[in-house]
């Protein structure tokens, strides 16, 4: 278990007590992987160092409300003394959260449509007009123009609007997009002390939240991946434990493509997080692992994927967390060969890049 470092809590003036607990009892939930009794062991922790309890409520209080919150519950397999766990609304909770966290400047985006550079039937106008056809929406009618059309074609004492005279504003073409988002489990993710997965799960809880809420029509697959690669549900993301694995990046670019062909939208990508270099493949049955600098073997490996993404019009966005240069030397290989995107970050601008990228990348396809 790795340890924790917390900055000097200053407690808010805003806000019952309930409310500031809550918030930093979620965020304690994602770096316990959902384990709440650690949870709020931390909580009490900081709660005996920074005073955030009060003599009308205290620790004992918030559980009590957690509990007839619905927050969390006990698993019913455990039995009556079992433990807690996370209920589906604090999942939920979690995802939001995340999304404020991260995207919380995208409060007043468009619900589910992503605009392309083409023009056909969509919400977002241009400055073009065009003659009205059925099946258009009224929301665009053009009202000037279509009233000057009434007014040259009928004259203002026999005056009168027909659907000849009406004018619309050109809308974009709204897309669909079919996304897999990769996160690295491997050891490094914690490796030397420092906490990557954590971040990378927030990243991954904001993404999902983002797709299902603003961009319903949009698919989201998400796959996890060391020396062997698998698909998990969003509500198992806050879950998320780094094992002691190496990074088979083949194993899960292969998962990728697996999950996107069973896809019938043509819009196709692969989002990728990850701070380390591919260390592991599968040869049969049995694994050929090498942790010591750039393997030839695993490399080209790799690079032959992202060549056949290529041919198959799925672009992988690469979010490296590192800056080793013969790691960069890596990335630009394999982003060349793919024909895709690479963003070389610090922990904290991560969210922002995913995003910029996914709305821009939307906006390219069609």
Same mark, same amino acid.
């Given at each position: $278990?790795?340890?924790?470092?917390?900055?000097?809590?200053?407690?808010?003036?805003?806000?019952?007590?309930?409310?500031?607990?809550?918030?930093?009892?979620?965020?304690?939930?994602?770096?316990?992987?959902?384990?709440?009794?650690? /949870?709020?062991?931390?909580?009490?922790?900081?709660?005996?160092? =920074?005073?955030?309890?009060?003599?009308?409520?205290?620790?004992?209080?918030?559980?009590?409300?957690?509990?007839?919150?619905?927050?969390?519950? +006990?698993?019913?397999?455990?039995?009556?003394? %079992?433990?807690?766990?996370?209920?589906?609304?604090?999942?939920?909770?979690?995802?939001?959260?995340?999304?404020?966290?991260?995207?919380? +400047?995208?409060?007043? /985006?468009?619900?589910?449509?992503?605009?392309?550079?083409?023009?056909?039937?969509?919400?977002?106008?241009?400055?073009?007009?065009?003659?009205?056809?059925? %099946?258009?929406?009224?929301?665009?009618?053009?009202?000037?123009?279509?009233?000057?059309?009434?007014?040259?074609?009928? %004259?203002?004492?026999?005056?009168?609007?027909?659907?000849?005279?009406?004018?619309? +504003?050109?809308?974009? =073409?709204?897309?669909?997009?079919?996304?897999?988002?990769?996160?690295?489990?491997?050891?490094? $993710?914690?490796?030397?002390?420092?906490?990557?997965?954590?971040?990378?799960?927030?990243?991954?809880?904001?993404?999902?939240?983002?797709?299902?809420?603003? @961009?319903?029509?949009?698919?989201?697959?998400?796959?996890?991946?060391?020396?062997?690669?698998?698909?998990?549900?969003?509500?198992?993301?806050?879950?998320?434990?780094?094992?002691? =694995?190496?990074?088979?990046?083949?194993?899960?670019?292969?998962?990728?493509?697996?999950?996107?062909?069973?896809?019938?939208?043509?819009?196709?990508?692969?989002?990728?997080?990850?701070?380390?270099?591919?260390?592991?493949?599968?040869?049969?049955?049995?694994?050929?692992?090498?942790?010591?600098?750039?393997?030839?073997?695993?490399?080209?490996?790799?690079?032959?994927?992202?060549?056949?993404?290529?041919?198959?019009?799925?672009?992988?966005?690469?979010?490296?967390? /590192?800056?080793?240069? @013969?790691?960069?030397?890596?990335?630009? +290989?394999?982003?060349?060969?793919?024909? %895709?995107?690479?963003?070389?970050?610090?922990?904290?601008?991560?969210?922002?890049?995913?995003? $910029?990228?996914?709305?821009?990348?939307?906006?390219?396809?069609?």
């Amino acid at each position: $278990m790795i340890g924790f470092q917390f900055s000097e809590y200053i407690p808010s003036q805003e806000g019952s007590t309930f409310d500031k607990l809550l918030n930093l009892f979620k965020e304690l939930l994602i770096h316990t992987s959902g384990d709440v009794s650690e /949870a709020l062991s931390w909580l009490t922790k900081l709660d005996r160092e =920074y005073e955030l309890t009060t003599d009308d409520y205290g620790m004992s209080n918030f559980i009590d409300d957690l509990i007839e919150k619905g927050y969390i519950k +006990q698993d019913p397999r455990d039995g009556a003394g %079992g433990q807690f766990k996370p209920s589906k609304k604090m999942e939920v909770q979690l995802r939001q959260k995340a999304l404020e966290d991260i995207f919380g +400047q995208l409060k007043k /985006a468009k619900r589910g449509k992503h605009s392309t550079r083409y023009t056909g039937r969509g919400d977002e106008t241009t400055s073009e007009l065009r003659p009205y056809e059925f %099946g258009d929406s009224l929301d665009n009618l053009a009202i000037s123009e279509s009233l000057k059309n009434a007014q040259i074609n009928h %004259g203002i004492e026999d005056f009168q609007l027909t659907t000849n005279d009406l004018e619309v +504003q050109e809308s974009f =073409y709204q897309s669909q997009m079919s996304t897999v988002l990769m996160i690295d489990i491997s050891h490094s $993710m914690i490796l030397y002390g420092e906490d990557r997965i954590t971040p990378a799960k927030k990243v991954a809880m904001a993404l999902a939240e983002l797709i299902t809420t603003r @961009y319903p029509k949009d698919t989201l697959d998400i796959l996890v991946f060391g020396n062997d690669a698998w698909p998990i549900e969003v509500k198992d993301l806050p879950y998320l434990e780094v094992g002691p =694995y190496h990074t088979n990046t083949v194993a899960g670019l292969e998962l990728a493509m697996d999950l996107l062909r069973r896809r019938r939208n043509p819009n196709k990508q692969i989002f990728m997080i990850t701070d380390g270099k591919p260390t592991c493949i599968k040869k049969g049955k049995k694994y050929y692992k090498n942790s010591f600098g750039l393997d030839r073997t695993i490399i080209n490996r790799t690079l032959n994927l992202a060549g056949r993404c290529r041919k198959l019009d799925i672009p992988v966005t690469t979010f490296m967390i /590192a800056r080793d240069p @013969y790691l960069v030397n890596f990335v630009e +290989q394999f982003t060349k060969t793919n024909n %895709g995107k690479a963003f070389f970050s610090g922990l904290s601008g991560l969210g922002e890049f995913v995003f $910029m990228d996914y709305k821009n990348n939307k906006r390219k396809r069609h």
